[in-house]
């Protein structure tokens, strides 16, 4: 192919969330600039496209800058000032002001009323097409370099050069390679978002069964490293899903991935009751009326499935799991108090979360400036979305991460 030498003031090197929010605002500030998507695939936003089951939750109804970054087990110190720049309120209003109304979950997501992904891909592409930024599709950057004031990027369509570039390529170790050659530092990439294999006879027969709220840990690392996460947990084929578990994946996905993935978890069913909330409900419920029933039967939590019910107590309790309420000696009370708010499993491997999945690690915090979205290390160089040691926790908080990300970095690259 004969090479093509093209000079843009501004060049992206991918056409994902970060890329083109960060065109788009680049382009609305300093619309005399020639700017450039260059992107390796046929078509661009095509995480965008299938994010969030093809609705794309776009981001979270999250309104103080300093919650908001409770959701992000990497970077949630350096995130504070970024998102007091631009956060989930000013995505809601920028999507707004173009059209794009966004409505809310009861868990706090929020997805275009469309329900529809395309949506946000036709509002950022029309943006990009009228503020004439050229997308060039089919178009790999494998290399660049910095000579003097300029950039030289090498690509499968020929040479291309700059004089502001943004790095927005995702998780590709192509890029991390090229960024780490020119000397910056690449935290190891590892996945996030993952749901646990769990083979254990309790919950062999119980695919599809759900809990409102549970608690996980993990008994054998310290609370201080990694904390216990709750909400809905999802019983599957494989094992054990839902945002209780994928929030413990991304908090705890370097650990993991030093684990092999093999560890043990340990589940209060009743969260936020504790155990001697839970014992007080035993013994009342004992004592009551109810002292005539079957324990397998009949008893006081109704956030407990009886399937469930009946698999933990019949493992835990062998033979007295036959027994009423009022024949329980204190032994068997203390071994359902145990198995209601500390039931071990062990996690033997991790399945993909095809709703959303990210990978932690990418280029190190520390030398980034994060007012710009600026490498510290090669001015003119700027950064953003998950090319950068940062991810959340499900929700919308990974797109949010892009759009404050390629806002920031746009309005800085718009200016001379
Ligand atoms: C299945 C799935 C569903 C998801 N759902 C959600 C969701 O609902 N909500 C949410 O908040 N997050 C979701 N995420 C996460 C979210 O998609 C990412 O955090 C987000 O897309 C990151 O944006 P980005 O622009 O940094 O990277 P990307 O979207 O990955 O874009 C990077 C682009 O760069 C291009 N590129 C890479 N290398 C080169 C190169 N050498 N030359 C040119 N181009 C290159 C790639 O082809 C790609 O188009 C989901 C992820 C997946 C995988």
């Not at 083109?20 to 390796?40: G, R």
């Not at 998102?83 to 995505?91: A, G, H, L, S």
């Not at 780490?180 to 749901?195: C, E, M, N, Q, R």
Request: hydrophobic residues 40%; contains cysteine; neutral net charge.
């Amino acid at each position: 192919m004969q090479a093509v030498d093209q000079y843009f003031d501004r060049i992206i090197i991918g056409g994902g969330a970060a890329g083109f929010f960060a065109a788009v605002q680049c382009a609305s500030m300093a619309p005399h600039l020639s700017i450039a998507i260059l992107e390796k695939g046929n078509d661009v936003l095509s995480k965008v496209r299938i994010s969030g089951g093809g609705r794309c939750n776009v981001t979270h109804a999250c309104l103080d800058p300093d919650v908001l970054t409770t959701f992000y087990p990497r970077g949630n110190k350096e995130l504070r000032g970024p998102f007091r720049t631009f956060n989930c309120e000013d995505t809601i209003a920028w999507f707004e002001s173009k059209g794009v109304k966004l409505k809310t979950e009861p868990d706090g997501r929020m997805f275009p009323t469309t329900d529809d992904s395309s949506t946000i891909i036709k509002c950022l592409y029309e943006e990009a097409r009228q503020k004439q930024v050229k997308i060039l599709t089919a178009t790999r950057v494998d290399s660049f370099s910095k000579k003097d004031s300029h950039f030289l990027l090498n690509t499968n369509k020929g040479q291309f050069s700059c004089e502001k570039l943004m790095v927005a390529s995702g998780s590709s170790a192509a890029q991390w390679s090229t960024l780490s050659a020119l000397g910056h530092k690449i935290v190891p990439s590892v996945p996030s978002l993952f749901t646990f294999n769990i083979q254990d006879a309790r919950i062999d027969d119980l695919q599809g069964i759900s809990l409102e709220c549970v608690e996980i840990s993990c008994p054998e690392i310290n609370h201080k490293t990694l904390s216990a996460q709750n909400g809905p947990l999802l019983i599957t084929h494989w094992g054990m899903s839902g945002p209780a578990v994928l929030r413990l994946s991304a908090w705890g996905a370097r650990i993991f991935h030093e684990k092999e993935y093999r560890f043990d978890i340990s589940i209060n069913w009743l969260y936020p009751m504790h155990r001697s909330q839970i014992l007080e409900t035993i013994l009342d419920y004992k004592h009551s009326n109810n002292s005539k029933q079957k324990i397998l039967t009949h008893y006081p939590f109704r956030q407990i499935p009886i399937r469930l019910w009946k698999n933990l107590l019949t493992r835990a309790l062998k033979h007295s799991a036959e027994k009423n309420w009022a024949d329980l000696n204190k032994r068997e009370m203390d071994i359902i108090v145990e198995v209601l708010c500390d039931s071990k499993f062990k996690v033997n491997g991790k399945s993909t979360f095809k709703e959303e999945f990210v990978s932690a690690g990418g280029v190190d915090l520390g030398e980034i400036n994060l007012k710009k979205f600026e490498s510290k290390i090669i001015p003119g160089l700027y950064i953003a979305g998950e090319a950068l040691n940062i991810d959340a926790v499900t929700g919308g908080f990974n797109f949010q991460a892009a759009w404050t990300g390629g806002h920031i970095a746009g309005c800085s690259m718009a200016e001379d």
